[in-house]
Structures are given as structure tokens and as C-alpha cells.
């Protein structure tokens, strides 16, 4: 294999690895918009803004994605009594969106 193939194969591994992350790192972004949108700071704090009682700092480190997901379409499913109004018609982009935004939230160190 010739240097220029070499170099141009791990240029492209290199660009596929990326890819994935990047696409990652959109859906996190666009998941905050529709967190945002949907008035989520009213009942949830993350990063000490919005509502104290219920932060949401640490979660994605807790909970699993579909955890995530079911406390955001059925959340008397999670919690009987909890007073969580639930979002079952979110379209699913903006559902993924948002689970992959709340599960960015991790415990720091």
C-alpha cells in the first residue's frame, strides 16, 4: 500500500468515526431547543437555572435512554403519583432529540 493510500484510509476511518459523534452532538443540540421549547425549566433545573425542586443535573447517568423516554411520553407508567404532565406526542424526532439532550446530562466528577 502506497503512503497516499494510507494516508487517505485513515483519513476516512478517521472522518467515519467522527460522524457518528457529530450527528450525536446535533441531536444533544437540537434536544436542548425542544427542552427549551417546551418550557421544561418551568418544573426542571439543569445547571441551577429553572425550577430548583426538580433539577435534572446527573440523570443521563442514572436513567437509561428509554427510561428517559418513558418519563417523557408516560410518566405515570415511571411514578404513579407523579405530577409530570406527559408528552406523547412529541414528534419522534423531537422526542429523540430531547432524550439524547437529557441523557448528555451526566453526573460530573
Not at 418544573?43 to 442514572?62: F, I, Q, R, Y
Not at 407523579?82 to 460530573?108: F, Q, R
Request: charge should be positive; glycine fraction near 6%.
Amino acid at each position: 500500500m502506497t503512503r497516499l493510500a494510507a494516508g487517505i484510509l485513515i483519513v476516512g476511518l478517521t472522518a467515519g468515526a467522527a460522524a457518528p459523534v457529530m450527528a450525536q452532538d446535533a441531536a444533544v443540540t437540537k434536544g436542548r431547543a425542544v427542552f427549551e421549547a417546551q418550557k421544561c425549566l418551568m418544573c426542571h433545573s439543569v445547571e441551577d437555572k429553572g425550577n430548583k425542586n426538580k433539577p435534572l443535573d446527573g440523570v443521563g447517568s442514572t436513567l437509561k435512554p428509554e427510561e428517559i423516554k418513558k418519563w417523557i411520553t408516560a410518566p405515570k407508567d415511571m411514578k404513579a403519583d407523579t405530577k409530570m404532565k406527559a408528552y406523547p406526542s412529541l414528534p419522534a424526532e423531537d422526542l429523540d432529540a430531547l432524550v439524547a439532550y437529557i441523557s448528555s446530562l451526566k453526573k460530573k466528577a
